[in-house]
């Protein structure tokens, strides 16, 4: 199965360790077994990777699925590291719109749509992105993910029930602690966990990284 679609498989809950700045840390994700990874080129995240230093992601492809994080950013940046074999998948994490969404879409780009979750209401808009996955993360004005705070799941099964084809991803505080109750709750395709797998931001603690895994009976 292509990893994509595995990763997005709702059989199971996958793993998706986002945050990652080195290819060590890479290596070590794929040597557990962990499903994605996600790289962050917003240059103002704590997590940010410089698009020229990025050239090791190359040596990942079809070993882990590897995800470009973005906010906001024009597309020729994402599909330029889609082209040069950097990146399998484009996530928008900022304020970007069905009509930024669609870009992608028609170069043939899976996309992830991040929308940060406070009501709702909220969600409204989230199926018009037509993305290939919809990940939920706590609102977050300005900051956009890797908070480490969390929302309300009841929002994530509410969209569950309206939009049963949509694969959705949960992210916003999941640890090692509650990722079992995540996943039995909502019963997401995956978990992304950015702080929560850290021993300070953009530096992997494999320790949690290995509990996570634990946690999802992987």
Same mark, same amino acid.
């Given at each position: ?14 793993? *998706? ?6 290819? $060590?840390?890479?290596?070590?994700? %794929? ?12 240059? &103002?995240? *704590? &997590?940010?990777?410089? /698009? ?20 906001? =950013? ?5 599909? &330029?590291?889609?082209?040069?074999? !950097?990146?399998?998948? %484009?996530?928008? #994490?900022?304020? =970007? ?5 669609? +870009? ?8 992830? *749509?991040? +929308?940060? %979750? ?16 919809? !990940?939920?993360?706590? #609102?977050? /004005? ?9 929302? $309300? ?9 309206? #939009?049963?084809?949509? /694969? ?7 640890? /090692? ?14 978990? $992304? ?5 850290? !021993?300070?931001?953009?530096? *992997?603690?494999? $320790? ?9 009976? &992987?």
């Amino acid at each position: 199965m292509p990893l994509l679609a595995r990763f997005l498989d709702t059989k199971t809950v996958s793993l *998706k360790i986002c945050g990652v700045t080195k290819l $060590d840390d890479a290596d070590r994700l %794929v040597a557990l077994g962990v499903d994605a990874l996600g790289v962050n080129f917003w240059p &103002r995240s *704590k &997590r940010f990777l410089a /698009p020229e230093t990025a050239a090791w992601l190359r040596d990942f492809s079809g070993r882990i699925l590897r995800v470009g994080v973005f906010v906001n =950013e024009v597309p020729e940046l994402p599909l &330029r590291l889609i082209r040069e074999g !950097l990146l399998d998948a %484009v996530q928008l #994490h900022g304020d =970007e719109t069905p009509e930024d969404a669609a +870009i992608y879409q028609e170069a043939g780009v899976p996309l992830i *749509k991040a +929308i940060g %979750v406070k009501t709702p209401d909220d969600l409204a808009r989230a199926a018009d992105f037509r993305a290939n996955s919809i !990940l939920l993360d706590a #609102h977050a /004005p300005g900051v956009y993910g890797g908070t480490g705070e969390s929302f $309300d799941w009841n929002a994530a099964l509410d969209f569950k029930k309206r #939009h049963p084809q949509t /694969p959705i991803i949960l992210a916003g505080g999941i640890t /090692p602690e509650n990722a079992a109750l995540a996943a039995s709750t909502v019963r997401p395709a995956a978990l $992304d966990v950015a702080s929560g797998a850290e !021993l300070s931001p953009g530096i *992997k603690d494999f $320790d949690k990284v290995a509990a996570l895994l634990a946690a999802l009976n &992987r």
